[in-house]
């Protein structure tokens, strides 16, 4: 469910597209399902500046997320548009090894409707 999903989702979209498939599941289950997933490192929370804890998969690697100011949804980006590698070093001594970067704009569901 959230391995296919095309960006992190919050508990009550996990719960929204479970419903397809198991009709009458409850969010509470839902929860508790996260809850695991998460005690058992195969998911991760991601929460961005709206403080809505969404979840995506442990193991995807670096990438970026984009949040849609219309729709709230928010995507996974295979781009990466920081050029500090690892190990870059900065004016006062400060060594980058990571960095997290969200974007924010219109989602291509959205731009259509425009
Ligand atoms: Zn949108
Ligand atoms: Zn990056």
Do not use: W
């Not at 198991?22 to 809850?35: D, H, Q, S």
């Not at 991601?46 to 990438?63: P, Q, S, T």
């Amino acid at each position: 469910m959230i391995r296919r999903a095309d960006g992190p989702l919050s508990v009550e979209e996990i719960h929204e597209r479970a419903l397809g498939d198991m009709p009458g599941l409850g969010i509470a289950t839902v929860y508790r399902t996260v809850k695991l997933l998460l005690e058992h490192g195969q998911i991760k929370s991601v929460v961005l500046d709206d403080g809505v804890a969404r979840y995506e998969a442990a193991d995807l690697g670096h990438h970026h997320h984009f949040r849609c100011l219309n729709c709230d949804r928010v995507f996974d980006l295979d781009v990466c548009p920081v050029e500090f590698s690892d190990a870059t070093k900065l004016p006062h001594g400060f060594v980058v090894e990571d960095h997290e970067l969200t974007l924010f704009g219109t989602c291509p569901t959205c731009t259509d409707q425009v």
